[in-house]
């Protein structure tokens, strides 16, 4: 398999990494997505000599600026010709304040969901490629909404709250993106949500202050959380299962709970077609670019 992960350079998405190279072998292909290059050079020398394998590399990418999303796609495209799978799982998590990006967009709302929703569409058609089955794997909790009248949250600000209103926003995406390929005779692609049940020590660790650190310290001592190596093991057989079982999984989300994947509950909101297309059209309004309007209209187009 090859395999594309944002924000694979600390946390989840490192975890997925350093399981997936060592899996099977050392026969899949990672592709570590991130927003420095020197950390994206220092995982790649860890997690090739953690695991031996030596077909890793690292696309460099700060999800809070279109401009690189676009150079990203770019480079992605002229280098491969198909992809197996996305994890789409770069977050920015704790923030002090809103640091408004250099698009004009609250960061949370651009890194978490439109900057991922513009590289997703971008590169369907290396997935539809694949001949492993192509899926989209997005990293999601539940809960949050969209705050419609103030999506920037210019007014009201919290950093919960923004990462609550991007997950919604992802699955909200992900859930348009399955019906709309329910309509494309002969690309199947998977697009499926996995929410950790339980909490993963990640490098939030390292940016959340004092307090916070303190009470994570307690509650690490009575087992509440889990290494990103264990997440990457729970996660592992979403990426590496045959076509089949990954297309059954597809439009819904998923948790791992003694020992399998279960099917978890969404809300109604969610599958409201009227609130996804408002949704999408703001977000191609914000990505500003024609190549990505295009893609959308396409998709839109195989559905009628
Ligand atoms: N930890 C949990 O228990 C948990 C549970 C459910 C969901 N999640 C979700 O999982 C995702 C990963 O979180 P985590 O806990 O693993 O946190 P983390 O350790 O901080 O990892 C976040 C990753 O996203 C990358 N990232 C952040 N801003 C970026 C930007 N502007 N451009 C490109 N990459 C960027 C980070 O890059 P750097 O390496 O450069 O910092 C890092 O690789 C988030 O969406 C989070 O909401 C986490």
């Known amino acids: 398999?090859?395999?594309?992960?944002?924000?694979?350079?600390?946390?989840?998405?490192?975890?997925?990494?350093?399981?997936?190279?060592?899996f099977d072998d050392q026969i899949h292909e990672i592709i570590l997505l991130g927003r420095s290059e020197e950390l994206g050079e220092a995982t790649i020398r860890e997690l090739e000599s953690s695991s031996g394998n030596k077909k890793l590399s690292f696309v460099l990418c700060d999800l809070a600026k279109l401009s690189d999303v676009r150079a990203?796609?770019?480079?992605?495209?002229?280098?491969?010709?198909?992809?197996?799978?996305?994890?789409?799982?770069?977050?920015?998590?704790?923030?002090?304040?809103?640091?408004?990006?250099?698009?004009?967009m609250n960061p949370h709302f651009q890194v978490n969901y439109l900057s991922q929703f513009m590289l997703t569409l971008n590169l369907l058609n290396l997935l539809e490629n694949s001949e492993n089955g192509g899926r989209v794997i997005f990293n999601v909790t539940r809960g949050g909404e969209i705050f419609w009248d103030d999506i920037q949250m210019k007014n009201k600000w919290g950093?919960?709250?923004?990462?609550?209103?991007?997950m919604a926003a992802k699955r909200m995406f992900l859930v348009e993106l399955h019906d709309l390929y329910k309509g494309v005779s002969g690309k199947k692609v998977s697009f499926i949500g996995f929410e950790i049940s339980q909490t993963v020590w990640s490098n939030q660790i390292n940016i959340i202050p004092v307090s916070m650190k303190?009470?994570?310290?307690?509650?690490?001592?009575?087992?509440?959380?889990?290494?990103?190596e264990k997440?990457?093991?729970?996660?592992?057989?979403?990426?590496?299962?045959?076509?089949?079982?990954?297309?059954?999984?597809?439009?819904?989300?998923?948790?791992?709970?003694?020992?399998?994947?279960?099917?978890?509950?969404?809300?109604?909101?969610?599958?409201?077609?009227?609130l996804q297309d408002r949704l999408w059209n703001i977000s191609l309004e914000l990505c500003k670019d024609e190549k990505t309007t295009r893609i959308a209209e396409r998709l839109h187009n195989y559905s009628k």
């Open 231 to 274: 997440c990457g093991m729970i996660m592992a057989p979403l990426f590496t299962e045959n076509q089949e079982v990954s297309l059954k999984k597809s439009g819904k989300f998923v948790t791992w709970k003694n020992n399998e994947f279960i099917r978890m509950k969404e809300e109604e909101t969610l599958f409201s077609r009227e």
């Open 1 to 22: 398999m090859k395999i594309l992960v944002t924000g694979g350079t600390n946390g989840m998405g490192k975890g997925v990494a350093k399981v997936l190279s060592a």
């Open 72 to 104: 990203a796609i770019n480079e992605i495209q002229s280098k491969h010709t198909f992809l197996d799978c996305i994890f789409i799982n770069a977050g920015l998590g704790y923030a002090a304040k809103r640091v408004e990006t250099e698009d004009g």
């Open 159 to 166: 950093f919960e709250k923004g990462i609550h209103q991007a």
């Open 214 to 228: 303190i009470m994570a310290t307690v509650m690490k001592f009575f087992g509440t959380f889990i290494s990103i």
